[in-house]
Nanobody, 120 residues
Framework: EVQLLESGGGLVQAGENLNISCVAS????????IGWFRQAPGKERERVSC?????DSTYSVEARFTISADSAKNTVTLHMNRVKPEDTGVYFC????????????????WGQGTQVTVSS
């Protein structure tokens, strides 16, 4: 059974840094691109970052966000720097076999999400 388990969310103040992690199990890590999507209240889920562990290619919606992977631990971490109130939302980890795509419909697996709340 494939599981994606997010952790590290919480309440932070604007301007702080926050790291959230996703541990994948039940899949061959190098065969999947791992993405982070955010769903703000009342809005659609949108991609914020992605990494393909097979070649370390990455994508992030803005430079404040970086992503890294530890293949030995099947873990992908989203590094959120200088967070802003608009970063608030539930952050979902996803796994996709095709590669880093932005469509929520192309993701093969989803985690349960971790709440990130940024206070001003």
């Amino acid at each position: 059974e494939v599981q994606l388990l997010e952790s590290g969310g919480g309440l932070v103040q604007a301007g702080e840094n926050l790291n959230i992690s996703c541990v994948a199990s039940g899949l061959r890590f190098v065969d999947y691109a791992i993405g982070w999507f955010r769903q703000a209240p009342g809005k659609e889920r949108e991609r914020v970052s992605c990494i393909s562990p097979s070649d370390d290619s990455t994508y992030s919606v803005e430079a404040r966000f970086t992503i890294s992977a530890d293949s030995a631990k099947n873990t992908v971490t989203l590094h959120m720097n200088r967070v802003k109130p608009e970063d608030t939302g539930v952050y979902f980890c996803s796994a996709e076999t095709v590669g880093c795509t932005e469509s929520v419909y192309h993701q093969n697996y989803w985690g349960q999400g971790t709440q990130v709340t940024v206070s001003s």
